[in-house]
């Protein structure tokens, strides 16, 4: 044997010395997963219960217009927001109309831009989604106001786009093409498909993508995008399409709402200009599933008698409707009582139709359930939509485990598309939302399951329409515990 060599047996030791412990590294990870997968899991889901209570939530429901004319002078838009908005605390959305009248001849000067902008900063004071229009006239005198060329409308389009940019978590909508009486688009001399096309794509390039777009009527809506069929997967091929809505500010005033539908058969007249009003109301069912619409109720006649009313507003996707007109109307609702089963029995009309505006979501149902090889917890929600219209702006969903006696917080993103629940005629559609909880990670405790929706731009959380109330960490679904 040489100097330095190890003998055989030596070799022959350290090898076996290597295999026993290999066998028992084997073995221990053995017992970790043996006991780690066999622990003894149990799971409680909760019962919810549908509300007919009033909820406050983003972009939804009544608002109240509040108006400002945009000149040089000092303006503090401070005091005059807050005192415009003083006894305006029911509404979670408002219309702000801008008035650039003064600027008809020419661009918008450095000081009347500075006192936009001053606005748009006072109005961030008021804890309020906003819908914006711009216009040139209060007093149903457009051709007088609005500005010789269309040239001076694009440039004002494009002198807003840092406010509009800089502001855009608290825009819901644009409302018009600054064009119009009133900003309604009508009594103009814009009408041709070319100029409300180029005015559309202005606004379009210089607005944030998650601000919706909203023209008056869907003739109008056709001409813009040149699409006939709103169908989603038409839609998913247009980014225009996807954030065009429509405004209306003739609802149910009678068969055409005031010149917002034709009167001739569309065989008759062509796909791009006014349909009879029941084509025009199947538009709206298929295109305001995917971009928002509302607007006005005006003049008591039969078409908004309360049975015509819930059955075109739920059609239309109506999100938000003025609180002051038609107040006639409103009287008129509610006067009515729903005869409907579920928890709206017995309510008013005109209470029903507010609660109703825009999306209205509730759990429908929970299930938590441990799989046989206890290595994870399905949880499955099952939500619904009893409001006339869809959640168009992105929500994020999600799922909170806490165990109050170790102080552990686990958090889950909850993955599925609640702009899927549509309303109005599918309030009955269930969306059901899936996750699986690794049960590795946590520990031998009790958890309770939470489970909350946040709206991503104004940072607040969507209030459910169930009986049980949500608490600090959300609403309470369930218990997962680990033994």
């Known amino acids: 044997m040489r100097r330095g060599q190890k003998p055989k047996f030596y070799h022959s030791v350290v090898k076996l010395i290597v295999c026993y412990g290999m066998a028992i590294c084997v073995m221990i990870a053995c ?52 005192k415009k908005y003083r006894e305006d605390a029911g509404t979670s959305l408002t219309l702000v109309e801008i008035n650039l009248q003064n600027y008809r001849e020419g661009e918008i000067s450095d000081k009347g831009l500075a006192n936009i902008e001053a606005l748009f900063r006072a109005l961030e004071t008021i804890d309020k989604q906003l819908i914006v229009r711009f216009l040139y006239d209060w007093d149903g005198e457009n051709e007088t106001y609005e500005p010789e ?46 100029e ?63 010149g917002t539908y034709g009167t001739k058969d569309l065989p008759e007249i062509g796909p791009f200009t006014g349909w009879l009003r029941q084509d025009e109301l199947a538009f709206q069912d298929n295109l305001c599933r995917l971009v928002p619409n509302g607007g006005e109720v005006i003049r008591n006649n039969p078409y908004n008698d309360f049975s015509n009313a819930v059955r075109d507003l739920s059609r239309m996707h109506i999100t938000y409707l003025n609180e002051d007109y038609d107040k006639e109307v409103f009287a008129k609702w509610a006067k009515e009582t729903v005869t409907e089963e579920g928890c709206f029995s017995g309510m008013d009309g005109y209470s029903y139709i507010e609660r109703r505006l825009g999306y209205r979501l509730y759990i429908d149902n929970v299930l ?102 949500a608490e600090l960490m959300g609403y309470p679904v369930g218990t997962i515990e680990i033994m």
């Open 31 to 82: 017992v970790f997963l043996f006991c780690s997968f066999n622990w003894k899991v149990e799971a409680e889901s909760y019962s919810f219960t549908q509300s007919s209570r009033k909820i406050q939530n983003p972009n939804r429901g009544f608002y109240y217009i509040y108006k400002f004319w945009i000149t040089d002078g000092e303006t503090d838009y401070m005091q005059d927001v807050a």
């Open 149 to 194: 060329s269309l040239d001076i409308i694009l440039n004002h389009m494009k002198q807003l786009e840092s406010v509009l940019r800089g502001h855009s978590r608290q825009i819901f909508a644009v409302q018009g093409l600054f064009i119009g009486n009133w900003g309604e688009m009508n009594g103009t001399k814009y009408v041709s498909p070319e």
């Open 196 to 258: 409300l096309q180029s005015l559309t794509l202005q606004l379009e390039q210089v607005t944030e993508t998650s601000t919706y777009l909203s023209v008056r009527t869907p003739s109008q809506w056709r001409n813009i995008t040149g699409i006939v069929s709103p169908a989603p997967q038409t839609l998913a091929g247009s980014s225009l399409g996807m954030r065009l809505g429509l405004f209306n500010d003739g609802i149910l005033g009678n068969e055409t709402d005031y």
């Open 368 to 469: 938590l359930d441990p799989d046989d090889s206890g290595r994870n917890v399905s949880v499955d929600i099952t939500l619904k939509n009893a409001g006339f219209g869809p959640i168009y702006k992105d929500t994020e969903s999600k799922l909170l485990l806490y165990s109050e006696e170790k102080n552990e917080l686990f958090t889950y993103d909850v993955l599925g598309n609640l702009s899927a629940l549509a309303g109005g005629a599918e309030a009955d559609v269930p969306l059901a939302l899936h996750l699986d909880i690794p049960v590795k990670d946590l520990s031998r405790t009790r958890y309770t399951v939470y489970f909350l929706i946040k709206d991503i731009d104004s940072g607040k959380y969507i209030v459910l329409a169930n009986e049980q109330m």
